[in-house]
């Protein structure tokens, strides 16, 4: 089992910067890539980031150059860096852990960006 709890959300004006953090706790070893993933009201869930344990990163086209995503291993926590924050980023942001035999998810974060 892994759990995972995001913390980091909240409001904050276009052009604005949040990090999302999440602690990871349980069969850690069992990780293969942790992610994030967002979901806005009345649309699927898509994925935003993605960083696999040998260090390599994926971002989804539309926040590329603006979202950052890092782990920091002494601490397992996982960080989503979101800078020059749009209006259409506003979301629930999910943090998940992709493990050899299932995807383990957090509770989500809501992320809400004003124009």
């Known amino acids: 089992q892994v759990q995972l709890v995001e913390s980091g959300g909240g409001l904050v004006q276009a052009g604005g910067s949040l990090r999302l953090s999440c602690a990871v706790s349980g069969n850690i070893l069992s990780i293969n890539a942790m992610a994030w993933y967002r979901q806005a009201p009345g649309k699927q869930r898509e994925s935003v980031a993605i960083?696999?344990?040998?260090?390599?990163?994926n971002y989804a086209d539309s926040v590329k150059g603006r979202f950052t995503i890092s782990g920091d291993a002494a601490k397992n926590t996982v960080f989503l860096q979101m800078n020059s924050l749009k209006p259409e980023d506003t979301a629930v942001y999910y943090c998940?852990?992709?493990?050899?035999?299932?995807?383990?998810w957090g509770q989500g974060t809501q992320v809400t960006v004003t124009s």
């Open positions: 998940n852990a992709k493990a050899s035999r299932r995807d383990y």
């Open positions: 960083l696999t344990t040998g260090g390599s990163t």
